[in-house]
T-cell receptor, first 111, second 113 residues
Framework: GQQVMQIPQYQHVQEGEDFTTYCNSS?????IQWYKQRPGGHPVFLIQ?????EVKKQKRLTFQFGEAKKNSSLHITATQTTDVGTYFC???????????FGTGTSLTVIP | DSGVTQTPKHLITATGQRVTLRCSPR?????VYWYQQSLDQGLQFLIQ???????AKGNILERFSAQQFPDLHSELNLSSLELGDSALYFC????????????FGPGTRLTVT
């Protein structure tokens, strides 16, 4: 079956350092979404990427969809304590309606 | 506040019992998704409904069932509960069946003892 893996599983950074999480799918995705879940909270939608090679930016966050539409990345520049949480990617296959959530990357920012 | 409501917030029950979790989607959203989140499994997609009809099925056990009612609220029924069913159950809603962001509810924390 389809699998979406994320690395790393955990990341601890000093405040001000950059952070990147990578998402890899076993099959081609029609689109990919990113969500953030704060500790004790629920996932919150961040962005959706649809086109091959697409890059989108939200302030300090940069999202990228791979050329082959099988991988994606989220990069945070100069992390802040407010960035703490678990970041999930979620990909939809070329057929069907199901979204496959990645395993998540838990980010800890040390002040 | 995402606009998605889930009740109850917490549920403690014994093995072998049956529970019903309820979800009300955001106003105007026709699609409802159910997810299970446990510490070692991440977010597992269970099932999706769109305007009352089942549209996608994920890793949902036969002991679990769901439905979406004409007023678009949804219920997830979990029966013959086992210790391993203890998890956070999220409901999410979206406008359409494909390609739109999902808005998650606050979740129901189920503890099976």
């Amino acid at each position: 079956g389809q699998q979406v893996m994320q690395i790393p599983q955990y990341q601890h950074v000093q405040e001000g350092e950059d952070f990147t999480t990578y998402c890899n799918s076993s099959t081609t995705l029609s689109n990919i979404q990113w969500y953030k879940q704060r500790p004790g909270g629920h996932p919150v939608f961040l962005i959706q990427l649809v086109k091959s090679g697409e890059v989108k930016k939200q302030k300090r966050l940069t999202f990228q969809f791979g050329e082959a539409k099988k991988n994606s990345s989220l990069h945070i520049t100069a992390t802040q304590t407010t960035d703490v949480g678990t970041y999930f990617c979620a990909g939809r296959g070329d057929t069907g309606n199901q979204f496959y959530f990645g395993t998540g990357t838990s980010l800890t920012v040390i002040p | 506040d995402s606009g998605v409501t889930q009740t109850p917030k917490h549920l403690i029950t014994a093995t072998g019992q049956r529970v019903t979790l309820r979800c009300s989607p955001r106003s105007g959203d026709l699609s409802v998704y159910w997810y299970q989140q446990s510490l070692d499994q991440g977010l597992q997609f269970l099932i999706q409904y769109y305007n009352g009809e089942e549209r996608a099925k994920g890793n949902i056990l036969e002991r679990f069932s769901a439905q979406q009612f004409p007023d678009l609220h949804s219920e997830l029924n979990l029966s013959s509960l086992e210790l391993g069913d203890s998890a956070l159950y999220f409901c999410a809603s979206s406008v359409e069946v494909r390609g739109y962001e999902q808005y998650f509810g606050p979740g129901t924390r189920l503890t099976v003892t």
